[in-house]
T-cell receptor
Framework: EAQVTQNPRYLITVTGKKLTVTCSQN?????MSWYRQDPGLGLRQIYY???????DKGDVPEGYKVSRKEKRNFPLILESPSPNQTSLYFCASSSTRAIYEQYFGPGTRLTVT | AQTVTQSQPEMSVQEAETVTLSCTYDTSESDYYLFWYKQPPSRQMILVIRQEAYKQQNATENRFSVNFQKAAKSFSLKISDSQLGDAAMYFC????????????FGGGTRLMVKP
């Protein structure tokens, strides 16, 4: 089954404790991205990657890091989480041949206290 | 930068009736894609319908159709014969052809369906 998976689905952590949210897709997609969803703001892009070892900033990259060492994986790293990073996070992927459609993961609910 | 605006935070519709969700966007580009996504309580983002800006014909997917007014930069979603399962958050999104695959989302509209 074609899918995007994220782990963990729920995470509660404390300020300053480094964390990683994993994202993996099994569709051999070139493009992957991370979004955060906040009430009234829709989804805003954090980082995206056009292919392995190619990443770029989205609209709200501050406080986040990403890496793309393998085509299927695109982890999101919060080196020193802060309460304003409490949000719902989505990973998405798409093929550059079918650029009109992005497949979204199930979301990760992160709470930073 | 592009912006997408959904002016209706909440909408409600009676089961079997028709409802229209509004979306406007701002862009200086001539070619782009527009989407409507549905987010049910499960939080999964589900693509409902898409529209290529170069196509004049409005997209239709079963009970879902759009009214795309390019000059007015308007992209509304019409849901016919509303069903209880249509209750969800709906997001309008814009995709530039010149900015990778980045989607710019509106703030969302919560649709409630009354039995």
């Amino acid at each position: 089954e074609a899918q995007v998976t994220q782990n963990p689905r729920y995470l509660i952590t404390v300020t300053g404790k480094k964390l990683t949210v994993t994202c993996s897709q099994n569709m051999n997609h070139e493009y992957m991205s991370w979004y955060r969803q906040d009430p009234g703001l829709g989804l805003r892009q954090i980082y995206y990657s056009m292919n392995v070892e190619v990443t770029d900033k989205g609209d709200v990259p501050e406080g986040y890091k990403v890496s793309r060492k393998e085509k299927r994986n695109f982890p999101l790293i919060l080196e020193s989480p802060s309460p304003n990073q409490t949000s719902l996070y989505f990973c998405a992927s798409s093929s550059t041949r079918a650029i009109y459609e992005q497949y979204f993961g199930p979301g990760t609910r992160l709470t930073v206290t | 930068a592009q912006t997408v605006t959904q002016s209706q935070p909440e909408m409600s519709v009676q089961e079997a009736e028709t409802v229209t969700l509004s979306c406007t966007y701002d862009t200086s580009e001539s070619d782009y894609y527009l989407f409507w996504y549905k987010q049910p309580p499960s939080r999964q983002m589900i693509l409902v319908i898409r529209q290529e800006a170069y196509k004049q014909q409005n997209a239709t997917e079963n009970r879902f159709s759009v009214n795309f007014q390019k000059a007015a930069k308007s992209f509304s979603l019409k849901i016919s014969d509303s069903q209880l399962g249509d209750a969800a958050m709906y997001f309008c999104a814009y995709r530039s052809l010149n900015a990778g695959n980045m989607l710019t989302f509106g703030g969302g509209t919560r649709l409630m369906v009354k039995p």
